[in-house]
Nanobody
Framework: QVQLVESGGGLVQAGGSLRLSCAASGRTFGGYTTGWFRQAPWKERVFVAAITWTGSSTYYADSVRGRFTISIDKAKNTVYLQMNSLKPEDTAVYYC?????????????????WGQGTQVTVSS
């Protein structure tokens, strides 16, 4: 069993930056692919980015590629999402997720463990 806790959300002006953290407990991320998803009010949860355990492969939604960077610190058992050049349309609750069955990183149903989410609000 893995417990995930996100942090780092907040209110930022357009063009600003935030770094989200996803800390795992219960076991390490070892062997798992970890992703970030976001859900805006009245919209479905959508894929943002993912990273393999080794960090050798990263994946991004087209909407964030070039602005967001996902990384992993295995020593701290934490996955990060660095978000730069934020836009109002990035406003959402951001969730991290992980699991051993992630073969299609953009499919939320492939992830077994989810955090509680952290709110990101970008003002114009």
């Amino acid at each position: 069993q893995v417990q995930l806790v996100e942090s780092g959300g907040g209110l930022v002006q357009a063009g600003g930056s935030l770094r989200l953290s996803c800390a795992a407990s219960g076991r390490t991320f070892g062997g798992y692919t970890t992703g970030w998803f976001r859900q805006a009010p009245w919209k479905e949860r959508v894929f943002v980015a993912a990273i393999t355990w080794t960090g050798s492969s990263t994946y991004y939604a087209d909407s964030v590629r070039g602005r967001f960077t996902i990384s992993i610190d295995k020593a701290k058992n934490t996955v990060y999402l660095q978000m730069n050049s934020l836009k109002p349309e990035d406003t959402a609750v951001y969730y991290c997720a992980t699991g051993p069955r992630v073969t299609m990183v953009a499919m939320a149903t492939r992830y077994d463990y989810w955090g509680q989410g952290t709110q990101v609000t970008v003002s114009s």
